[in-house]
């Protein structure tokens, strides 16, 4: 495939991705009509209350309590991602602080 | 400076470069507009700066959508063009872990030279595997929430969204977490700031390349001397 067709497929590619997903979110308008306000934090069937104080004062199912749990242990679980972060940064500076040091003739 | 300051070879293509700007200028806006959401007490009045809640929702979807569209596109292409799996350039490999290992006595001085790194180190690894897993979790939870009728007509009870709104938002707070490090790692390192113009332009000067990715560099020189 040369490069002039490997572009053409790209565009049609980019063209192609753009109508689906905004021809489904359109079908979903169409569907289920406006999207949910979630600013408000309201959802149907549920009361206008914020979420995080259903969950605590027991309005939740028993089986969406546990969702919720097994939710909130997921993410604490994927917390710990940030010190990893942090541990990277810290360690792509040391390397810089090293080759500085290295490029000033500084003994280590 | 050496000559090599002054020679540049390709690093990204146009399509890719499209591809991160387009990730980078969403990413900033559902940012933007959705940490108001989380944080409504704290950080309200970034949304009423921008026009209330009415209008940073909107803009939010616009952003998901752009994400959405990336994302199909960029599996696609990927599976089309055969890019993962035909140079494997991205792919994690064992190289990886004793890279990292080799750039920790380096840094303690066990070693003289940092690790030599093919076309990515396991740093920009990090920060595309992290994309790809983070984005397919972030865009799913979006959907549901953005059409929680349509969720629970055929997903889930409705009140698993609060489980599904607590893993959008956490998600994305994790997220943001890995652009900072992105934003370190190729902008604010002290070798880069105040700003690395390659996902820019898509070239990096050879001095760079040598430095940086030696082993990609030799490749890139090999293949240009074996070029008819």
Not at chain 2, 126 to 138: C, K, Q, R, T
Request: proline fraction near 5%; hydrophobic fraction near 50%.
């Amino acid at each position: 495939m040369n490069q002039k067709q490997q572009d053409i497929i790209t565009v049609v590619l980019w063209i192609f991705c753009v109508v689906v997903v905004v021809g489904s979110i359109y079908a979903l308008y169409v569907t289920f009509g406006t999207a949910a306000p979630y600013h408000k934090k309201i959802f149907p069937g549920l009361s206008a209350e914020p979420i995080e104080l259903m969950a605590e004062t027991g309005q939740l199912s028993e089986s969406a309590m546990v969702a919720y749990h097994y939710a909130e242990l997921f993410m604490e679980l994927l917390d710990l991602g940030i010190p990893v972060f942090a541990i990277l940064v810290f360690h792509h500076l040391l390397m810089n602080l090293r080759a500085l040091m290295q490029e000033k003739g500084v003994k280590f | 400076m050496s000559d090599l300051a002054d020679k540049y070879i390709e690093r990204f293509t146009l399509n890719q470069r499209l591809q991160h700007g387009i990730n980078a200028v969403a990413c900033l806006l559902l940012f933007l507009t959705g940490l108001p959401v989380k944080f409504p007490d704290q950080l309200g009045y970034i949304a009423i700066m921008m026009g209330g809640f009415n209008v940073t929702t909107v803009i939010h979807r616009m952003g998901g959508t752009a994400i959405l569209a990336l994302a199909l596109f960029h599996f696609l292409y990927y599976v089309i063009d055969r890019g993962w799996f035909k140079d494997k350039e991205i792919i994690p490999t064992p190289k990886d872990v004793l890279d990292a290992i080799d750039d920790t006595k380096y840094i303690v001085g066990l070693s003289d030279e940092k690790a030599h790194y093919k076309k990515f180190s396991y740093r920009e690894k990090l920060d595309y595997w992290g994309a790809v897993i983070f984005f397919p979790i972030l865009i799913v939870t979006g959907v549901l929430l953005w059409h929680p009728a349509f969720a629970v007509h055929y997903f889930l009870p409705a009140d698993y969204l609060p489980a599904v709104r607590l893993i959008h938002s956490m998600d994305a707070i994790l997220a943001g977490m890995a652009v900072m490090l992105h934003m370190y790692n190729v902008h604010l390192s002290p070798k880069f700031f105040p700003v690395n113009w390659t996902m820019f332009t898509g070239m990096i000067s050879e001095e760079m390349a040598e430095e940086e990715f030696p082993l990609w560099y030799e490749r890139v020189k090999q293949e240009q001397l074996e070029e008819p």
